[in-house]
């Protein structure tokens, strides 16, 4: 059972950020599934956060040259909202210290589905797809 489903709807019609979408969707779900199970919850928060952090460099690099490429003109603000984005997982590895895993779990399903997948991906990566078409 997944608690979001990648659609074509969200490409941004580039086949590598596509995919690093597509691996942003997986990371959430597995971390939801890992969640469900009382055993496994604390590594497995652990383990997503690092995987986000990883995955996080090299795909917003990659977001970040391309525009760049393209002489995006909201290359700066974009900069910025990834470097907010990085700096919540730093605090998210900080709080999982001295957090239950399965209150700090909710908060992070919470910030990747809302902040990270609804606001960034579907909002400000598609205005980069709307100006690359003109
Ligand atoms: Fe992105
Ligand atoms: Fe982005």
Do not use: C
Not at 21 to 44: E, T
């Amino acid at each position: 059972m997944s608690i979001v489903d990648w659609s074509s709807d969200y490409s941004i019609n580039n086949s590598i950020i596509d995919s690093q979408h597509q691996r942003l969707f997986d990371i959430v779900n597995n971390l939801h599934l890992a969640l469900l199970d009382h055993d496994k919850r604390h590594d497995a928060v652990s383990v997503a956060l690092d995987e986000l952090f990883d995955f996080s460099k090299t795909h917003f690099a990659e977001e970040e040259r391309q525009m760049e490429a393209a002489n995006f003109p909201g290359l700066g603000e974009h900069r910025d909202a990834h470097a907010a984005l990085r700096q919540k997982i730093l605090e998210f590895q900080d709080h999982l210290s001295k957090e239950e895993p399965v209150s700090l779990g909710a908060d992070l399903l919470g910030f990747l589905i809302s902040t990270w997948l609804f606001s960034h991906v579907l909002g400000i990566d598609k205005k980069f797809a709307h100006y690359l078409k003109h």
